[in-house]
């Protein structure tokens, strides 16, 4: 009798054991209780990308944009085939060609062409520098024979343009343009508005107050003012009457 109340009281001790937590088999313990993997312990050519990303957070690019560069050369007569023609108040031969790099409103970055005078090369150089490193947006950069000289198709695609041989708008005296010392920056975002307030492209018509909000706008008194400021070039927005917010040359006109 007393052996049978023994053997009845371990069977009980075994069943209430088991009631406590399950034991998990050997696969499941192994991998339930082993430690995060430290970075110590991943090999050095392991890449991480997380699932997901905080809002507002950046995720950091595999690799940095290039540096900014520029690059200053003559330019041939064939490539200013509109722009440029006998009588001009400059030579060609004493017009350059800057290839440097811009920031675009895709927010990658490009390269693009501007001919300027040969007197005003560091001065384009050091502002286009300091608008690279802020990334601030140009459209687009080309020559404005890429539109055949013609300013209002240039300027109606966005076009940011330096050299063309022609007068100032509504004059019959040459624009700083024509001898290569004036730039329009995206002249979409900043264009040419009339004392009534009107401008000629109606893409812009969003654009003609100031100060306002936007990508690749000028304001009065921002850091792309200043900039050009620092080198000696006023900009058409501080215009009396007529504003031409696109519009940046040295010494002012």
Not at 117 to 124: A, S
Not at 125 to 146: A, C
Request: net charge positive; with cysteine.
């Amino acid at each position: 009798m007393k052996r049978a109340a023994a053997m009845a009281f371990v069977v009980l001790a075994s069943v209430s054991c088991g009631a406590g937590d399950p034991v998990a088999s050997p696969a499941t313990s192994a991998s339930a209780n082993q430690p995060p993997e430290s970075p110590a312990s991943v090999p050095a050519s392991a890449t991480f990308t997380p699932a997901t990303t905080a809002p507002g957070t950046a995720t950091p690019s595999a690799t940095a944009p290039p540096a900014f560069s520029a690059k200053v050369t003559s330019i041939k007569r064939e490539r200013l085939r509109y722009s440029w023609r006998p009588g001009c108040p400059v030579h060609y031969q004493d017009l350059r060609l800057i290839t440097m790099s811009y920031w675009g409103f895709d927010d990658k970055p490009h390269t693009g062409e501007l001919v300027v005078r040969k007197t005003v090369t560091d001065d384009v150089v050091t502002v286009f520098r300091k608008l690279y490193d802020w990334r601030w947006p140009i459209r687009q950069m080309k020559l404005v024979d890429v539109y055949k000289g013609d300013d209002y198709d240039s300027i109606d695609v966005d076009n940011t343009s330096a050299f063309n041989c022609r007068p100032a708008t509504g004059s019959s005296n040459w624009s700083n343009h024509a001898y290569g010392e004036a730039i329009d920056l995206n002249p979409r975002e900043n264009p040419y508005v009339t004392a009534s307030g009107s401008t000629a492209h109606q893409n812009a018509k969003k654009y003609t107050k100031r100060p306002m909000k936007g990508k690749g706008v000028i304001n009065p008194g921002d850091k792309v003012v200043r900039a050009f400021a620092q080198v000696g070039w006023e900009w058409g927005g501080s215009w009396s009457g007529t504003k031409d917010f696109q519009h940046f040359s040295k010494g002012g006109g």
